[in-house]
């Protein structure tokens, strides 16, 4: 009997081990995951906003994105969001990538991020839904807010 509880011990501290293990892989990698997104958002937001340069989202956006809207859309918005003259101030993006792992579709990585932007002409709150498909990030939802919520602390001048 002796023998059992001690196999019994074995068996569960490896468990432990195990699962203590991947919780502090999955911390790791979701840190470095938030800042591969963060940086990719920034450069994106700089890159489409310098002078509204809609093949710079074009080259950016996933299947998903492209589906859902039409290139008569993209130009619409691109002249509309023109008017706000080349990007003179951005504040840095503020928000975190999620990976998840199932049975079906293996590890899916996401990610949603906001950040502020001065433009000459007024400021714009972006919104942006990012994922994650063959170690490229790519962008699933573009949102541009004309009234941008509380200012961001991080910020660079262009």
């Known amino acids: 009997m002796r023998r059992v509880f001690h196999a019994l ?4 501290a490896a468990i432990i081990v195990i699962v203590a293990g991947l919780i502090g892989f999955t911390a790791y990698r979701g840190s470095a995951l938030d800042t591969e997104a963060r940086t990719y958002v920034d450069q994106a937001v700089i890159d489409v ?18 589906s ?3 290139p008569g859309q993209i130009t619409t918005l691109f002249q509309n969001l023109g008017r706000f003259g080349p990007l003179v101030h951005y ?9 998840s792992v199932s049975t079906g ?8 991020y906001e950040a502020n932007a001065t433009f000459r002409n007024g400021p714009v709150h972006f ?13 699933d939802g573009f949102f541009v807010d004309l009234s941008p919520p509380a200012t961001n602390p991080v910020s660079r001048t262009l």
């Open 127 to 139: 919104r942006i839904d990012l994922s994650k498909h063959d170690e490229r990030w790519m962008i």
């Open 105 to 112: 579709s293996g590890a899916v990585v996401r990610a949603h």
């Open 9 to 12: 011990g074995v068996v569960f």
């Open 49 to 66: 906003g310098k002078n509204w340069d809609k093949a710079e989202l074009l080259k950016r956006a996933s299947p998903d994105l492209l």
């Open 68 to 70: 859902q809207v039409s």
């Open 91 to 99: 504040d840095g993006a503020k928000g975190q990538a999620v990976m």
